[in-house]
């Protein structure tokens, strides 16, 4: 089955640049992973007239228009009116909307105004999907074989309700084929090293595919299989993924985790090993990362940013000769702050990380010099980084530096 | 002059949402701060004639069309291609660029190959824009009254060369007034309370305009007008916003500031003070945030992140006994953790955290229960929050927790 689909966004705040646009990447990966193709996403105001000369083009030529954004209480909010006018379609008050927004505003004690009313009135025929995370309602209207989809713009309701109900929905309507993704997650290779390794695989291989993508400090490579079920898809990946192993096995961290800090929180909970941190250049980012993490509290108990050269000598104990021979920015340093840090902390990871994240040189030393420290009761080591990637990208060195952090972090628990 | 605009994005990877679109919202902004119009928003994948069909109907229906993306060396680089097509231009050898393009790979000992010199073909009569973050072709191509604009798609070479190079360039051709913004950063006010004391205001003037946009616990105001010339704009927004103040004024944190610990920095900078934090469910967030701002080793020495109860009692000597009484997520281990840290940091701030960011409840206290303390020379003090919004918002609250924590140290060093 060939399934086009195209996505619409609607909100003047959109247009105006005041909002980024998050809902329409989850919105086409969800697609992409139900094999329905997206050639064309359009973002518009809140314009009646507007909205609706795009959304009859857009109907005219795909099989599902997916609408985000403009279904709320208010005047500004256009979308059910638009997708009824586009389609051809009255809107009929819907009973069981209306008592559900009745009772929201009874639990509440508030009084209901002639426009919460309005919100209960839907395209004729729509299919209303429970809204469990707002008061939006959530719907799908068909006709002449067209599907429109209208969905909230606020991401918190957008995201878990696409997930839960629409994208089901759509997957026992559209999807006569399984299609089974498996993410690889990369780290110590760029994306243009492994593209040159893997092309031939990438030119190749059209069932299953494998596609590299860039972020930031590492590569993903996704291998999608399209087959009858499940078992058939994951013995395609499988059969592709030994190969591909066979090329940059050595720098996978992980399949199917979300992050490098995800991936250290399994293998520290796995283990029963706790990590901490002393951090200068990345001031904290480590630490939030990593208890950015559910579960986090099993895994760490305490970290630091010591930034200045008093806090390094004072907190972690660094011998101020050491500072004074060597400087912060030295694997000397990074040395002394991991070791001091395991005493303080009683981690049984303990990495420390000192580095020039720019603008200027720091020390003499140029720009991207990192130096992580890592004491574990293997004992202790240090590593040199270069991290400097152009100009004005403090926030990036800081960002590569976190990721060596963590992955330092993560390699030593592998060997415990 | 009434200017219409439309932005369109290129890249399959955009539309299978591996990468989200940051360009669109910059690219907005800007066109928003020069009185341009934009309606309309495209995104298409690497298929050339698709994007020809799209870019015909957008240079019929705007003057000036702005693309992202495409512009690389490979054969998925289509947009140069395309838009010489839709606009009916032969692609000619341009010899600067050809000859920038050779400097380039000189410089790096690197070959050119026949797709290296395909970047120096560009549109007829095309204006070339020296990019100097990176080595794809800026361009602007006109005919006919309309404007094609061409920009790369890595968002660290289109911000930097839209900010610098293109803006200006388009408010001399397309704009003859001058459009002056200031932003107003509130704190402690939510957006529909913020809207119901401002609606007649934002009602009832058209120049200067007042706008108020939600970002995650704050509101900013924005104030417009449009005039001859600065001094025009700016005695324009003076009067609108003696009227805001005496409406909103107490929230007001800061005008034309990025962020509370940017405005945080400013202070400290300003009264040569030192600040430190004790992050417990924040976990690194507030040091981080505050370390992102440059200049921050001015500002911040040391900060501790203690999770665990036994961080808390060994790191900050919060008593044993304070902890089996009220436990940790109190206003009097928050006391203590701010004490203990104060001896240990020795800044002029100590700020403690510790709450309940979710999902569970802890301690038999509520998700979003949240303890601020502050010391300082002025003496000790604590606040507490309720931060709690829905479910599966634990990201929310801890950032809503790192505002309070922020904030909080902002005030008391207006104090000091």
């Not at 079920?229 to 066979?246: H, M, R, T, W």
């Not at 559910?294 to 500072?323: H, R």
Request: hydrophobic fraction near 40%.
């Amino acid at each position: 089955m060939n399934v086009n689909a195209e996505i619409i966004c609607v909100g003047t705040e959109l247009l105006l640049g005041d909002i980024i646009d998050t809902n329409s990447a989850h919105l086409s990966q969800g697609l992409a992973e139900l094999g329905i193709n997206l050639f064309h996403r359009e973002t518009v105001g809140d314009n009646h007239d507007r909205l609706v000369h795009v959304l009859k083009s857009a109907i005219g030529e795909n099989d599902i228009v997916i609408t985000s954004g403009g279904l709320g209480a208010t005047c500004d909010d256009i979308t059910k009116e638009a997708v009824a006018e586009a389609m051809g379609l009255e809107l009929v008050l819907h009973e069981p909307s209306l008592r559900r927004i009745e009772e929201h505003y009874r639990r509440r004690g508030a009084v209901m105004t002639e426009n919460n009313i309005k919100q209960a009135y839907l395209p004729q025929g729509a299919i209303v999907f429970d809204n469990e995370y707002g008061t939006a309602p959530i719907i799908a209207v068909q006709k002449d074989g067209k599907t429109v989809i209208l969905l909230p713009g606020v991401p918190r309701e957008l995201i878990p309700m696409f997930d839960e109900k629409i994208k089901p929905w759509l997957k026992e309507q559209f999807s006569d084929s399984t299609i089974v993704s498996r993410n690889l997650r990369l780290y110590g290779i760029g994306e243009a090293a492994a593209e040159d390794v893997l092309r031939d695989l990438m030119d190749s291989y059209t069932n299953p595919t494998i596609a590299p993508y860039a972020k930031t400090g590492e590569v993903l490579l996704r291998l999608t299989a399209r087959g009858k079920n499940e078992n058939e898809c994951n013995a395609l990946i499988d059969s592709l993924q030994e190969k591909v192993f066979e090329r940059v096995g050595e720098f996978v961290y992980g399949i199917d985790v979300d992050s490098l800090e995800a991936e250290l929180n399994r293998v520290l909970r796995e283990k029963k090993l706790t990590v901490a941190f002393a951090e200068s250049c990345t001031g904290g980012m480590c630490a939030k990362r990593v208890i950015d993490v559910p579960g986090a509290s099993n895994v760490i108990g305490m970290s630091v940013v010591t930034y200045s050269k008093e806090a390094k000598i004072k907190l972690l104990g660094i011998n101020p000769e050491t500072v004074e021979k060597h400087g912060t920015i030295s694997a000397e340093c990074a040395v002394e702050m991991a070791e001091g840090l395991r005493s303080l902390s009683g981690a049984d990871i303990s990495v420390s990380v000192t580095g020039v994240a720019g603008p200027d040189t720091d020390e003499g030393k140029a720009v991207g010099t990192v130096f992580v420290g890592v004491a574990s009761p293997r004992g202790v080591r240090v590593s040199e980084f270069n991290l400097a990637r152009g100009k004005r990208e403090r926030e990036y060195i800081r960002t590569l530096a976190a990721n060596a952090v963590i992955n330092e972090a993560r390699v030593e628990a592998e060997r415990l």
